[in-house]
């Protein structure tokens, strides 16, 4: 009898122990159930209202977008349809758990600065430069990498040494991009001329293009505009053109390739740095080719062998550890800009650029 009333024991603590195993087990998966799904990042983008009919707005969610998904964070946006309302945007987000937020234009960002204090818990970024809070990090793409390479291409294209770049307001990243073009044009072309031509209306941009035609034999062209009508304008005048920002829709003869922004790229490595908790560890974070952000598509069959060898060449160069904005360098009035075996910072590309280099001439 004590030996049945053991073995009735032994067989309870054997059952015991299996059922304790089970609740556990159950326990433990539950709650890593329940934790991936609570704690699943989630991140705010703060878009223009009407983003879909803005290039660069629309191209910006397209990238987050698709960053957002490859990494497995929930994407949370807001329509602004006035700055004055951008802390009603912002509280809206931070009611929802996230975060970080990020600032899609410029336009946002001193109201930002106003803001973000009231949201210790929150990284916000921007891809405006040289706008730092201790919670806020600029966050900006070096094109003027890509602007070099197309500089140099299209002066070995060019065969009136005239190329033009249109553009419309002048500010320090344009006319960082600006120099970095004309540095690659007269890297093979030294007696080049870079035409800036500014307008405030495409429609005044179409009429500047075909004078400078006309008067200077440019025949050449890129642009910094939000819209496409540049190429339109060159198409119309038989002239080369080189695309910017997204991969051109064209099949012209005439279009030679595009500087283009991988907007996945570029969020998808503000995003690890999110995730790694040192976002607004640095005043600003900047990203190029280096990461794949900023890129070239494929040439035309228009574009010379000897134009890709050189662009090729130079790419090899940059890639070794040489910088486009190393002196000497001299600005379009003849004052020596950059010293001899200086490199110019980011920095001061972005806060304190206010000319242009030799080569360079205003087309009114």
């Known amino acids: 009898m004590k030996g049945f009333r053991n073995m009735l024991s032994g067989r309870y603590v054997i059952v015991l122990l299996i059922l304790v195993f089970f609740t556990v087990a159950a326990g433990v998966i539950m709650s890593f159930a329940g934790s991936g799904e609570k704690e699943q990042t989630a991140v705010g983008m703060v878009l223009p209202a009407n ?8 191209a910006q969610y397209d990238g987050m977008k698709a960053a957002c998904e490859e990494m497995n964070i929930k994407l949370i946006v807001r329509k602004n349809s006035d700055i004055e309302l951008l802390d009603d945007d912002i509280r809206a987000l931070s009611e929802q758990g996230i975060g970080m937020i990020f600032l ?35 966050y900006f793409i070096r094109m003027f990498e890509g602007r070099y390479y197309a500089g140099v291409a299209a002066g070995m294209m060019s065969d009136s040494n005239v190329v033009g770049y249109c553009t419309g307001k002048e500010t320090g990243e344009v006319r960082a991009d600006i120099n970095a073009f004309a540095m690659g044009v007269r890297k093979v072309k030294p007696d080049a001329r870079i035409l800036v031509i500014t307008a405030s209306s495409e429609e005044l941009m179409d009429g500047k293009i075909k004078r400078a035609v006309r008067e200077n034999k440019l025949d050449v062209i890129t642009y ?8 339109k304008t060159a198409d119309e005048l038989g002239i080369d053109y080189i695309g910017a920002f997204s991969p051109s829709p064209s099949k012209s003869p005439h279009h030679l390739f595009d500087v283009c922004i991988s907007w996945k790229m570029y969020f998808i490595d503000m995003l690890k740095s999110y995730k790694k908790g040192d976002l607004n560890y640095v005043d600003n974070h900047w990203t190029g080719m280096e990461t794949g952000t900023v890129y070239l598509t494929g040439y035309s069959e228009r574009v010379t062998p000897e134009a890709r060898k050189k662009v090729q060449e130079c790419i090899g160069k940059i890639n070794d550890g040489e910088f486009i904005f190393t002196g000497p360098v001299y600005d379009n009035s003849g004052v020596l800009r950059i010293n001899d075996g200086d490199i110019m910072p980011d920095s001061a590309m972005m806060s304190n650029l206010s000319w242009y280099v030799k080569g360079v001439e205003k087309f009114d």
């Open 224 to 231: 910094h505009r939000l819209e496409r009508n540049v190429e």
């Open 51 to 58: 983003y879909g009919e803005i290039m660069a707005a629309s």
């Open 104 to 138: 899609s234009t410029p336009s946002y960002v001193q109201a930002a600065k106003a803001l973000v204090g009231g949201y210790p818990d929150i990284a916000f970024s921007t891809s405006t430069p040289n706008q730092y809070k201790k919670n806020m990090t600029g």
